[in-house]
Nanobody, 124 residues
Framework: QVQLVESGGGLVQPGDSLRLSCVAS??????VGWFRQAPGKGREFVAA????????AYGDSVKGRVTISRDNAKDTVNLQLKNLTPEDTAVYYC???????????????????WGQGTQVTVSS
């Protein structure tokens, strides 16, 4: 059982940056993804990273503004968000699944474990 805990959300202004973190136990053999869900909408893929951190993938709506990274020594995956807009307002979730080297996943159905989410609100 992998328990994921997200942190770093909050209220920010348009144009601001924010770093979200996901901490878990024994993370190193797991691919990790970030998803978000805005009010009244389905869950949307944001970013994913392979278990070694050598490959990443990004959703179209955030590409160029988001960077995912990981530190397996600290069992942490970070999501750096920049140039935030009100459309980025959502609950952001971290997800993980055991996998082989070099694979990432952009579908929520592929993930086994989920965190409780962290709220990001972008408003002036």
């Amino acid at each position: 059982q992998v328990q994921l805990v997200e942190s770093g959300g909050g209220l920010v202004q348009p144009g601001d940056s924010l770093r979200l973190s996901c901490v878990a136990s024994a993370f190193s053999n797991y691919a990790v993804g970030w998803f978000r869900q805005a009010p009244g909408k389905g869950r949307e893929f944001v970013a994913a990273i392979t278990r070694a951190g050598t490959r990443t993938a990004y959703g179209d709506s955030v590409k160029g503004r988001v960077t995912i990274s990981r530190d397996n020594a600290k069992d942490t995956v970070n999501l750096q968000l920049k140039n935030l807009t009100p459309e980025d307002t959502a609950v952001y979730y971290c997800a993980a699944r055991w996998t082989v080297t070099g694979v990432w996943y952009d579908s929520e159905n592929e993930y086994t474990y989920w965190g409780q989410g962290t709220q990001v609100t972008v408003s002036s």
